[in-house]
Nanobody, 125 residues
């Protein structure tokens, strides 16, 4: 059964840091892109960032550039989201997303085949 299992969310003060992890279960993980999305209450799910299959190219939404870093360990089939200088507006449920088709990540949620269960990140002011 294909799974994406996330961990690492929580409550943090503004300016703090959190690291999210997402472990995948399918064999072709290293051949395809991965991404992180987030969804705040009453808002659409939005692209946060993505990483290509080899892990050497990353893409970010403008509001998180310079603060968030995506990385992956293909041997562990895991993708990470390091979040620094967190702001209250970063508060959301964060989802990792996987594709079995694309080597380069898409910003569109409909281009992803698998989703994690979501992990809540709350940033207090």
């Amino acid at each position: 059964q294909v799974q994406l299992v996330e961990s690492g969310g929580g409550l943090v003060q503004a300016g703090g840091s959190l690291r999210l992890s997402c472990a995948a279960s399918w064999d072709t993980f290293s051949s395809h892109a991965m991404a992180w999305f987030r969804q705040a209450p009453g808002k659409e799910r939005e692209f946060v960032g993505g990483i290509n299959s080899g892990g050497f190219t990353t893409y970010y939404e403008d509001s998180v550039k310079g603060r968030f870093t995506i990385s992956r360990d293909n041997a562990k089939k895991t993708v990470y989201l390091q979040m620094n200088s967190l702001k209250p507006e970063d508060t959301a449920n964060y989802y990792c997303a996987g594709t079995i088709v694309r080597e380069i990540p898409s910003t569109h949620r409909h281009d992803y085949d698998y989703w994690g269960q979501g992990t809540q990140v709350t940033v207090s002011s």
